[in-house]
């Protein structure tokens, strides 16, 4: 259950780019990014209003989670869901994976809307994609609801242990930002050790209070914030974390900011009163505008490890739950390998005067036209 509560907190306050535009048709929208393929799948019995986005099968079957979220409009929803897929893309394609990207949405209250009856009607949905596209859980959608979404089909991945699932990923998630954050410090500081490193996290649930656990390991100085009073007081309490307000996360004097709770926090407003020199966390779509303030970092001089990139390692578990190969010391060792793919894209951007977050989509890019020819 850790990720429903999880899930909840952050997509109420998750900055998502909400103003979708009414005039701008459904092909128009998928035409920029070479989106494949947009179900709209709909059940007046349950209330059941879901958009499945495929962005790509290139490499495999388009996998990415179900969101549950009351849009203000269908266009909404749609900007969603195809933002979100081809974000899918990038991050199994750099990941290695034999995966594609795609993301459901499915509109409307969760509280009003979730039941079984609502659950098992979008698994038929899924079904009827026969494998193109394979879901997982994401805002507002529990380990629990995915069991009835798996009552109707085999095209789900996350699921419970306790079933044979791989559960909550954030543990491995957090291994990999540790790891792009290790890499990252190399680059910046010439070493990848991170002890006496003031590392600002901003956000300690699922994946940060983890990430905060291998940190203090290696003896970091770590300063947490949180709207979540009873999360900063066990990581003061278990880690000596120092606690710091909402706002004040930014004007601390650290190394490292790893942001771990919102996306877009990355702006214009907080960019000039980071003092870090490196920026490595879990958060989703970390920089406001990809363009704009990955030049603003760069030009500040301050390494910025791709989120898409160092996040990666709950595709990795569910990846591989999908597919049969799961197996926990594995994934720590996939999620290890985010230390080089990070080193590299970091030292191609630095050579090549770029944003590495450039460089990152680019690298994989070039995966998916080299084995698309494949197939
Ligand atoms: P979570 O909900 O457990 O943790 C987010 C934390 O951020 C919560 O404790 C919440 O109280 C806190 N928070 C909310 N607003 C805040 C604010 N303004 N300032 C500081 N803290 C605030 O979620 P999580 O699973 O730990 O995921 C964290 C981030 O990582 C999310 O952006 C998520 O999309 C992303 N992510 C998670 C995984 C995963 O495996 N769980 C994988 C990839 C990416």
């Known amino acids: 259950m850790e990720h429903s509560s999880i899930n909840q907190t952050t997509a109420i306050q998750e900055k998502v780019d909400r103003s979708a535009n009414h005039q701008v048709s459904v092909f128009d929208q998928m035409a920029p990014h070479d989106h494949e393929q947009i179900v709209h799948c709909f059940d ?24 549950i979220w009351n849009y203000t409009s269908d266009a ?17 394609a750099i990941s290695g994976l034999n995966v594609g990207g795609g993301k459901a949405v499915l509109i409307g209250d969760p509280d009003q809307l979730k039941n079984e009856a609502y659950l098992r009607r979008f698994g038929q949905f899924i079904d009827g994609l026969n494998g193109k596209y394979v879901t997982a859980g994401d805002v507002n959608m529990t380990l629990r609801d995915l069991e009835y979404v798996r009552m109707e089909t085999r095209h789900v991945t996350g699921l419970p242990e306790a079933i044979g699932g791989s559960g909550s990923s954030s543990l491995i998630t957090a291994y990999g930002v540790y790891m792009g954050m290790k890499a990252a410090a190399k680059e910046a500081f010439g070493t990848d050790s991170l002890e006496g490193k003031k590392v600002a996290v901003q956000g300690v649930g699922a994946v940060g209070s983890k990430l905060v656990e291998y940190l203090v390991k290696e003896k970091a100085v770590v300063f947490a914030s949180d709207v979540s009073e009873s999360k900063l007081q066990r990581v003061s309490r278990e880690f000596s974390a120092h606690v710091v307000s909402l706002d004040g996360i930014y004007d601390i004097p650290a190394d490292i900011y790893a942001p771990c709770a919102l996306g877009a926090t990355l702006d214009d407003e907080t960019i000039p009163r980071l003092t870090c020199q490196v920026i490595a966390g879990g958060a989703n779509n970390q920089l406001a505008d990809e363009q704009q303030h990955g030049v603003m970092l760069r030009e500040r001089g301050v390494v910025y490890a791709p989120d898409f990139l160092v996040n990666a390692g709950g595709i990795m578990a569910v990846a591989a739950e999908y597919f049969g190969t799961y197996s926990k010391n594995y994934l720590f060792q996939k999620a290890e390998r985010i230390y080089d793919v990070c080193q590299t894209v970091l030292q191609q951007a630095a050579q090549q005067q770029t944003e590495p977050h450039q460089i990152a989509m680019k690298m994989a890019e070039e995966r998916i036209a080299s084995i698309a020819q494949l197939r």
């Open 76 to 92: 909404e929803a749609l900007t969603d869901a195809i933002r979100l897929a081809r974000g899918m893309t990038y991050k199994s």
């Open 44 to 67: 007046k019995a349950t209330g059941l209003k879901a958009i499945v986005a495929i962005h790509s099968t290139a490499l495999g079957p388009a996998m990415g989670g179900t969101r």
